[in-house]
């Protein structure tokens, strides 16, 4: 099936640092969506990106649709340790009824 | 949004039963789905439940070891039947509304001895 290469893999910070992690396909999407999971919870909805080179924030996070609409980028500035987990890309495939294809993940583990 | 919850949240099965997993929707919607994620992984899709008609499913799914049922707009199941300890996975149902937001519930752990 399709794949969705998502970087890094997990990611070690600093409280009140930058990070950023991204999505890369070979494929064109049509719509990206970035959740967070925490332990024993779904996945829960952060920012949805709808056209090439919107780039959308919500609080700290911040998003961007590549404009080859096959990448997409996550920041979160000035991190807490709430911001802990894994956050996943997701991206509705061109020609796709809504169904998602989702990132492997990037633990995100904040230090204090 | 959409508020969706799930029951049973955990559960665990011994080998050659079957579950099944309910979802709820707090409003009605368009498209609800269903998905496995095994420990450590990210999110698998297993099939669109189809209001009215029988469930799409993807690659590598089958109907036989997973039924769904979609009768309404708002509540779908999804049966892990002949469970098997590779089935020991969070199942997680998703729903869209009028828009391409998607939104979970909060799983259901299964554990199959």
């Known amino acids: 099936g399709q794949q969705l290469n998502q970087s890094p893999q997990s990611m070690f910070i600093q409280e009140g640092e930058d990070v950023s992690m991204n999505c890369t396909s070979s494929?064109?999407?049509?719509?990206w969506l970035w959740y967070k999971q925490d332990p024993g919870e779904g996945p829960v909805l952060l920012i949805a990106?709808?056209?090439?080179?919107e780039l959308t924030s919500n609080g700290r996070l911040t998003a961007q649709f590549g404009i080859t609409r096959k990448d997409s980028f996550l920041n979160i500035s000035a991190s807490i340790p709430s911001d802990v987990g894994i956050y996943f890309c997701a991206g509705q495939l061109k020609g796709s009824a809504r169904q998602l294809t989702f990132g492997s993940g990037t633990q995100l583990t904040v230090l204090p | 949004s959409a508020v969706i919850s799930q029951k049973p949240s955990r559960d665990i099965c011994q080998r050659g039963t079957s579950l099944t997993i309910q979802c709820q929707v707090d409003?009605?919607?368009?498209?609800m789905f269903w998905y496995r994620q095994q420990p450590g992984q990210s999110l698998t899709l297993i099939a669109t439940a189809n209001q009215g008609s029988e469930a799409t499913y993807e690659s590598g799914f089958v109907i036989d070891k997973f039924p769904i049922s979609r009768p309404n707009l708002t509540f779908s199941t999804l049966t892990v039947s002949n469970m098997s300890p590779e089935d020991s996975s969070i199942y997680l149902c998703s729903a869209n509304g009028n828009s391409y937001e998607q939104y979970f519930g909060p799983g259901t752990r299964l554990t199959v001895t």
């Open positions: 409003s009605q919607v368009t498209m």
């Open positions: 494929s064109i999407f049509n719509t």
């Open positions: 990106l709808y056209k090439a080179g």
